[in-house]
């Protein structure tokens, strides 16, 4: 199986900060990285599809990137309303699998 | 709009059954690949069944293979997941998601799943 190791945790940053997640992948995985927000109470939503591409609607604020093992979302400009939990997902290989989760506190 | 209605949770007894369903709308149900995935409470995601569009192919974590059935009726624009010999582990918020070569695009609201005695 192949595990996605997620960092930080957790972090807090200002309103208007950047900010980067990361998500290193236990074998190569090309390009097949998604990632997700979930903010509280709601279902996970995509951000992020085959590590660089925004999903419709997404604002440009949130930018990934990375290809094989080390994958980065970054959030630039943070507004209060990104308060979630992001996941990263490898889908090149079955089983698919999350990364542990980064949760984003707003100072 | 593309929508994802789970439904079937509740609170069950461990080594009891539950069948979970999923309708669709918004999209051509049949074109899709779809899947469950289920988040343990205050847990992260954990991805546990994969069902190609056309039935053809279905795949398991192990941590449900051999208790747990993925289903769907293209007919009906709905997914199944049939759960069996549960256990307190399997507690969580289970959702489905379509998904193509692109990946997972859209997910339900969840269903939830308790297995306590």
């Known amino acids: 199986d192949t595990v996605m190791t997620q960092s930080p945790a957790s972090m807090s940053t200002s309103v208007g900060e950047r900010v980067t997640v990361n998500c290193k992948a236990s074998q190569s995985v090309g390009t097949v990285v998604a990632w997700f927000q979930q903010k509280p109470g709601q279902s996970p939503k995509r951000l992020i599809y085959?590590?660089?591409n925004r999903h419709t609607g997404v604002p440009d604020r949130f930018t990934g990137s990375g290809f094989g093992r080390d994958f980065t979302l970054t959030i630039s400009n943070v507004e209060a309303e990104d308060l979630a939990v992001y996941y990263c997902?490898?889908?090149?290989?079955?089983?698919?699998?999350f990364g542990s989760g980064t949760k984003l506190e707003i100072k | 709009e593309v929508q994802l209605v789970e439904s079937g949770g509740g609170l069950v007894q461990p080594g009891s059954s539950l069948k979970l369903s999923c309708v669709a709308s918004g999209f051509t149900f049949s074109s899709y690949n779809m899947h469950w995935i289920r988040q343990a409470p205050k847990k992260g995601l954990e991805w546990i069944a994969l069902i190609y569009y056309d039935s053809s192919n279905k795949y398991y974590a192990d941590s449900v293979k051999g208790r747990f059935t993925i289903s769907r009726d293209n007919s009906k624009n709905t997914l199944y997941l049939e759960m069996n010999s549960l256990r307190s582990e399997d507690t969580a918020m289970y959702y489905c998601?379509?998904?193509?070569?692109?990946?997972?695009?859209?997910w339900g609201q969840g269903a939830s799943v308790t297995v306590s005695s």
């Open positions: 997902l490898q889908y090149d290989s079955i089983p698919l699998t």
């Open positions: 085959l590590a660089t």
């Open positions: 998601a379509k998904s193509n070569w692109e990946g997972m695009d859209a």
